[in-house]
């Protein structure tokens, strides 16, 4: 009723090919996508309201960013009037990236990324207000 199947699906010629990562490779990835993000909110929040802790914070967001992959890629800060909105939701996602990357950071048992991140995120907790939990 139907023909046997004479070659490899696509799906299994796909997989032959296909260069995998392993599980602590996509996780560097991932923390240092969420410290990069992380970085770049820093940066601009520094732009807007300098202060020596947002300065060291982006040294060592830095410095954490270089040791999982590569140089940490930088964009330059918007010249915007600092609004308190703005500031604040700045402050917000600031205080997400760097939950999240307590998470990844905790699950792969990396300390130093742990550290720098939980700093930040108690210092944007602190800023909005909220109790660090």
Do not use: K, N, W
Request: proline fraction near 5%; include cysteine.
């Amino acid at each position: 009723m139907y023909e046997p199947i004479r070659s490899q699906s696509v799906h299994a010629l796909a997989e032959a090919d296909f260069p995998h990562r392993t599980r602590e490779e996509e996780l560097d990835i991932r923390l240092a996508g969420h410290l990069t993000a992380l970085l770049t909110v820093t940066d601009e929040l520094r732009a807007i309201t300098p202060g020596d802790e947002l300065d060291e914070a982006a040294e060592e967001l830095a410095a954490q960013i270089t040791r999982l992959r590569a140089e940490p890629l930088r964009a330059a800060p918007t010249t915007r009037v600092a609004e308190a909105a703005h500031i604040d939701s700045l402050h917000h996602r600031a205080h997400t990236l760097a939950g999240h990357a307590v998470v990844i950071a905790t699950y792969r048992a990396d300390e130093p990324a742990l550290v720098v991140a939980g700093r930040c995120r108690d210092f944007h907790a602190s800023a909005l207000g909220l109790t660090a939990a």
